[in-house]
């Protein structure tokens, strides 16, 4: 165990002592760590091993000639390349004063050893194949240019005889040339062995790299995918399966732009398109997800939004190239009910701000002009003596603020009886009563006024009209509310119908009339309080605009149901089905007399709505 273990420390020690003489710009890559690493290993071992022979050398050898003290100096050459790669991190230029360093090395042996038939010569071969572990093209083709040149010379200083004569014999030689051989073929292997171990770590890294991105895919929310111009997809990230709730092969190929809708599919193309011509692009559209397992339930679509951009940005810009999309997507449904409940709460700030602008311009007239009569004619009164006032001009002063003052409480119980409504403050007191009677009492009622605006009131009520069960202060206000209306918007010599009619459970009240008719735009709000039609400060007729929103809300009280009809210049039809026997809602109990105090009741408008049915 322990002669296992020896190794490895050895090994890790070894490591730790390159790893300390590395340039800080390999540090931080892997495969750069590792050529360097290559790269000085040998050199300082080898250097350190020939170092500790050279004493055994000379025991064996004797003295040595010079060629062999200047073979042991240079030894000293790697050790100075593996200081020039710490000092500076370049790794092609460390390789190539290697070479000239192996070359200078082999050519001074060569020299005196027979030149190009010397044992020394064949490491020529080795010069390249050392080159070859910088990974550069450059490198390895200076390798093999100095390699030829040093060929090149040995061959002429041969040719020339410039080469100084060996003492060698035919023996020696042969031992000496196997020994070459031999040699150039194990420091061969060496770099053979070296290449394949940066291979080896090169692909390790790569497939380090290739599952980190592959857990980058699988674990991310958003979804990314390889697209072609056309919008046809390569490839998608397991993330699609979540966020469409389908297998990812039927989103390859057009299996997603399938599931785009209609209306956003040539936005989603157009972004694909300006993303392969090198452009950055970011599109929201709408995806068909599969209801099965979804959170939101039902959802037919969900809002994706999209950031594409080219796979390659130079050729992007290369017309000859079909360029390949990357795209990022990423769900953002909530963003988008987000948005669109913000937008709703702004429209209904708006409205709310135009219906306080149009109650302050109705009321700035309804209480105005009326409040004008009575100080007006109460001061003529209080100064009778001055102005010699009769008694016939009195009683009609008279009469004139009484008219006033009955205006004004019909302006002020109309808006206290919307309050009531719009709070839940507003009681029903359920009982029998004959709405024929009623409603005969109240065309009774307005009938004067008919008759003063040159309008034909017409009843329509059958003696059979059933008992029923409600509120019938509710059910006059109701009818005096939309006769009064229809009177008093229609002209001169036109006419309203008041028709009554019951059903097994419902009694239908219609009112007619062949006045000046509602505006498609407008029939839009009615009911709205303090509505009324055309602009504010061009209106014909008076009124707060709150007697049909009364109207509707008193309906929905009943849990009734209105429904208006108008053509503009023909006339209007407003129709109310009101049950013949009322139920009241069941509210719900209330904790303590201090919450039903502080928490005011709305479910008699909110849970039981009358719905508002328009049609021109």
Known sequence: ??????????????????????????????????????????????????????????????????????AFAWLIAPILLSWFLSRTGRYEGAHVLSSLALAGLIMAIAVTTGGIESFAAIWLVVVPLEAALSASRRVAAFASLLALSCIGLLILLGQFGWLPGGGLGAAERGAMMALGVASATLYAAGLAFGAESLARTGVTLLSREEERYRLLARNMSDVISRHQRNGAVQ???????????????????????????????????????????????????RLRREPVGSDRGQVDFIWVEMRCRPLDQELGRDPAHEAEVVAVMRDVTDRKLSEQALDQARSAAEAADAAKTRFLATM???????????????????????????????????????????????VVNGILDMSKMESGNFEISAEPFAPRTSLLHCCNLLALKARENGVDLITDAPQDLPVMTGDPRAFKQIVLNLVANAIKFTERGGQVTVSASASASRLTLRVSDTGVGIAPEDLKRIGAPFFQCGKTYERRHEGTGLGLSIVKSLVALHLGELTVQSKLGEGTAVTVKLPLVYTPPQAKPAESKVATLTQAPRHEIQDQPAPVKKSA
């Open 364 to 410: 700035s007239h309804e209480l105005r002009t009326p409040l004008n009569a009575i100080i007006g004619f109460s001061e003529m009164i209080a100064q009778e003596q001055t102005l010699m006032l009769a008694a016939g001009q009195r009683k009609e002063y008279a009469e004139l603020i009484n008219a006033s003052g009955q205006h004004l409480l019909s």
């Open 235 to 285: 490839f998608v990230s397991p993330a699609a399966e979540a966020m469409l709730g389908m297998p990812v092969a039927q989103l390859l190929g057009h299996g997603l732009f399938d599931r785009v809708h209609v209306a956003d599919r040539p936005a989603y193309l157009t972004a694909l398109s300006d993303a392969a011509r090198g452009d950055v692009r970011s599109v929201e559209f």
């Open 1 to 70: 165990m322990s002669r296992s273990a020896r190794p490895v420390t050895v090994l890790s020690i070894i490591r730790d002592c390159l790893d300390a003489l590395l340039h800080p710009s390999a540090r931080y890559d892997a495969l750069t760590r590792a050529r360097h690493r290559a790269f000085m290993a040998p050199r300082l071992l080898g250097s350190l091993a020939a170092f500790a022979a050279f004493p055994v050398y000379l025991v064996l050898r004797g003295a040595p000639s010079a060629i062999e003290v200047a």
